[in-house]
């Protein structure tokens, strides 16, 4: 008893060793080694040494834990992706001339306030989609690409859903939408005539997230010496005047029509308004903040080149107002 006490003391199994030595101690009681050994075997179990924290264990569990997560991640990233393609794998599709049907199906309200779409895209209502009443008019084996505005294009993954629930197994997602094809500076089409600026900025704006202001004939927009408040302004529907009074007469320095952007000189200026604006009639106007405006600045060489050239012909036009020329 005493040998099996000893061994297991000194392996560290104190609660066995002193079982041990208990009855080593009851079998021959008082000896000075026993009681000895004894004693620092019950302190042993009483006021157990601290263990050494597992950090092999938790490093396993950790990284076991992390790949599932990534993993599932990852999984479903792929599984939401499966059938979406990037602008450049569609312009892929067409020089190896699969000639991809282009499927507009933003919602009615994008459709009809953004001026611009994909060359040769078809339109197709997706509440029509939803409702069942659409004929595409293509073969069920033909490549088509479906495009919205939506975030993470939601409008485009429940049309392909329903297209492919009657019978069209070939259909795609343009990931990123119309944004992400003219973020790729990749060619658009225009329902209506737009000047270069206006096309320019449309491409690089989300109207979902511009706010929009409507005036009605004759209404004033700004008025000279106005606090800019941070704001220029593209006319999305309607006209505009910009007025002056030049030698104490009230003048009209241009007049504006849809796709034009006006207010930008106060800006950057950062001054009062040199001029004043009204609708000429009723007329929707897209505001762009200047903190957007300075973005697009700094992120769109070709629209700022745009906004160089109207600045120039600005202020061209408004000396030769000044000077009293046609």
């Not at 020089?95 to 049907?101: A, I, L, T």
Request: proline residues 6%; hydrophobic residues 40%; charged residues 25%.
């Amino acid at each position: 008893m005493w040998a099996a006490g000893v061994d297991a003391f000194f392996e560290g199994r104190y609660s066995t060793a002193l079982a041990r030595l208990q009855e080593a101690d009851r079998l021959v009681p008082n000896l000075v080694d026993v009681k000895h050994l004894l004693r620092e075997a019950e302190e042993k179990v009483k006021n157990p040494a601290p263990r050494p924290f597992p950090w092999v264990w938790v490093a396993i569990g950790v990284t076991l834990v992390s790949l599932g997560v990534y993993g599932g991640m990852g999984v479903k990233r792929w599984w939401r992706n499966r059938y979406r393609v990037l602008p450049v794998q569609v312009v892929g599709f067409m020089e190896s001339g699969q000639n991809p049907v282009l499927l507009d199906v933003r919602t009615k309200t994008d459709y009809e306030t953004s001026p611009l779409k994909l060359p040769r895209a078809i339109r197709l209502d997706p509440d029509e989609v939803d409702g069942g009443q659409f004929h595409l008019g293509v073969d069920p084996m033909q490549l088509v690409i479906a495009y919205c505005t939506s975030p993470e294009e939601q409008c485009s993954a429940r049309v392909v859903q329903r297209l492919r629930q009657r019978g069209y197994r070939n259909v795609r997602i343009l990931k990123g939408g119309l944004g992400g094809w003219t973020n790729a500076r990749l060619p658009v089409e225009t329902k209506s005539h737009l000047p270069s600026i206006g096309l320019e900025i449309y491409k690089n704006l989300t109207m979902g997230d511009v706010e929009r202001h409507r005036f009605k004939a004759g209404d004033v927009i700004f008025t000279q010496e106005d606090d800019p408040r941070g704001e220029a302004y593209v006319i999305h529907s309607g006209a505009v005047e910009i007025r002056s009074k030049i030698n104490g007469a009230d003048r009209v320095l241009n007049r504006l029509g849809v796709g034009e952007l006006f207010g930008v000189l106060a800006l950057f200026l950062r001054s009062p308004r040199s001029a004043s604006a009204v609708a000429v009639s009723d007329t929707e106007l897209l505001i762009i903040t200047n903190e957007r405006l300075e973005w697009l600045i700094f992120n769109r060489p070709q629209l700022t080149m745009e906004i160089l050239k109207h600045l120039s012909a600005l202020v061209v036009s408004t000396d030769a107002q000044r000077n009293g020329d046609p």
